[in-house]
């Protein structure tokens, strides 16, 4: 294979990864939390006996976009929203992680929870606590818990070290492995979710551009192996 088919497959590679990323995106876009992925292309050059050189792409890095979703009111006292910067913090079984997802609910051990079970922690990492029979329970902007006007706990809201280091775990759970520490931007809004920060129109509009420029590719592979197939015959007779 010449170096011109080697560099259209290693794009090709590229596109079908996009292709996924962008469908993900796509099927999230209701999913409460949800932060638009991207794919990263770089370059490969490498000289060729010293005359040419021979070019590939690859797609192996990933973006994520922490744009600030949109805002629904749902009326449900546990229902959490951060505007601006900020993550809720979660204990899972694999250690703490950061989400926007703030649909929350009291387990039966009066542990505020998310819909997998999760416990959410407060800025120090301990878990949140809903006193049983609570009642007229309010969220400030800081996410201080009261019950009847007195505090009871307070919601965690934290910022990565390093945003850009954060590391994507099933779907709106996020990894911080360089640490966090509190957010002081952000404030949380009580009764309401953030929606998905995915723009399905602009999503939809980047895959038919993926699909049209895989299937250019595709096209060019097939009248390249048709040329090596028929300069082999030639040579062949």
């Known amino acids: ?26 099927a999230n876009a209701a999913t409460s939390g949800f932060r638009q992925e991207g794919v990263i292309f770089s370059e490969y050059v490498k000289s060729v006996d010293g005359a040419s050189s021979l070019s590939m792409g690859q797609a192996d890095a990933r973006n994520t976009s922490f744009a600030q979703g949109g805002l629904t009111q749902t009326g449900g006292q546990f229902d959490f929203a ?9 204990e899972t079984p694999l250690g703490e992680r950061l989400t926007r997802a703030g649909a929350f609910s009291p387990n039966a051990d009066g542990d505020l929870v998310t819909p997998d079970g999760y416990r959410v922690l407060d ?3 301990a878990p ?8 007229d329970i309010a969220v400030s902007a800081d996410g201080t818990i009261s019950t009847n006007g007195d505090p009871v706990g307070q919601l965690g809201l934290v910022q990565p070290l390093n945003p850009q280091g954060l ?4 779907g709106v759970m996020f990894r911080a492995d360089e640490g966090y520490e509190p957010a002081e931007q952000g404030r949380i809004l009580q009764s309401f979710v953030e929606n998905s920060n995915v723009n399905p129109i602009l999503q939809l509009t980047r895959m038919i551009e993926v699909q049209r420029a895989y299937e250019l590719g595709a096209s060019f592979l097939e009248a390249e192996d048709e040329r090596v197939r ?3 015959r030639t040579i062949s007779q």
């Open 123 to 125: 800025a120090g990492g």
């Open 128 to 135: 949140v606590f809903i006193p049983p029979g609570a009642e």
């Open 167 to 170: 590391l994507r775990e099933d």
């Open 82 to 90: 951060i505007e601006g910067d900020g993550f809720f913090l979660v």
């Open 230 to 232: 028929q300069a082999m």
């Open 1 to 26: 294979m010449e170096n011109s088919g080697y560099t259209t497959i290693t794009r090709q590679s590229g596109l079908a990864k996009e292709m996924r990323v962008v469908a993900n995106n796509i």
